[in-house]
C-alpha cells in the first residue's frame, strides 16, 4: 500500500505580518495626520478627544515621532520603531492609532503578549476599530488559539467587510474549528474581493483537498491559480493531484457550478 500523503496546512505567507503591519501603521499615520494637531486656539480639549482617534489632537511631538517610527519600520529597524512609538505614546497614551502601530511592531519583533496588550487597549477606546481586531486575530492564529482568533476575525470582517484579507483569516480560522462551509463562504468572499488574492485561493484549494471525498477538479484550480498568481508550489498538493490523475476516481466537483 503506498503511504498516506499528508494534507496541506492553509497558508499564510511568510510575509504577510509584515504586510499587515505595514498596513496597520500606514492607516494609523494616516489617522494621526487627519486630526487636529493641537486644540481650537483659546480652548481645551474635550474629555472624549482623549478617547477618539478620528477626533481627538495630536502634540506635533507624537506626530513627528509616530512618522519617524513609521521610517524605521519600512527599513527594518523594529527596534527603533518600537522606541520611537512608545514616545509617541507619551504624547496621546489614549491614541488608538498609535496603539495598533506599536502593537503591529511588536507583533512583528514576536512579542505576541505585549502586541495583545496594546490591541485590547486600542478596543477598549474604539470597539470598532478593524485593524485592531484582524491583528489580534493573527496573533491568536499564531498561537493557536483558535476560538480566540475566530471571534477576533469576526469582528474584524464585520467592521471592514470589504478587506478580502479580513475574510481570508476568518476562512483560515473557521477550517482550524472544522467549519468547512463558514470556511469556504469567507475564502471565497475574499477572492471575491480580489481576485488576484493567491493565498486565499491556495487556501481554498486546500480546503477543497481536505473534503472527504476531496473535490480534485475545484482544488486543482484554485490551486492552479494561486501558482499563476506567484504562490510557490506545495509538495503534499502536488502528490494528492498526481495521485488523483494516476488512479482518478468520480470527482463530486466534476459536475459543480461553482467556478
Known sequence: MPPAIALSSFRRSPKIMRKIALIAIGVALLAIQGVEASPPKGK?????????????????????????????????????????????????PNNTALLVSLAAVET?????????????????????????????GMNYLEEKRNDEAFAALVQSALYDPRNPRAHNYLGIAAGRKGWSEVSED???????????????????????LRRTPPLIELGRRHYQQALDLGSPKDSAIEAQLAKAIASPSPDPATSSALP
Open 186 to 208: 469567507e475564502l471565497r468572499k475574499a477572492i471575491e474581493l480580489d481576485p488576484q488574492y493567491a493565498d486565499a485561493n491556495f487556501n481554498l484549494a486546500v480546503l477543497y
Open 108 to 136: 512583528r519583533i514576536g512579542k505576541l503578549a505585549e502586541s495583545e496588550k496594546y490591541l485590547l487597549q486600542a478596543l477598549h477606546l474604539d470597539l470598532q476599530n478593524a485593524p485592531a481586531w484582524q491583528l489580534l
Open 44 to 92: 481645551n480639549p474635550s474629555p472624549s478627544a482623549t478617547t477618539n482617534s478620528t477626533t481627538a489632537f495630536i502634540p506635533e511631538q507624537a506626530r513627528s515621532l509616530a512618522a519617524r517610527a513609521e521610517t524605521a519600520f519600512a527599513a527594518g529597524d523594529l527596534n527603533q520603531a518600537e522606541s520611537l512609538y512608545k514616545q509617541a505614546l507619551e504624547f496621546g
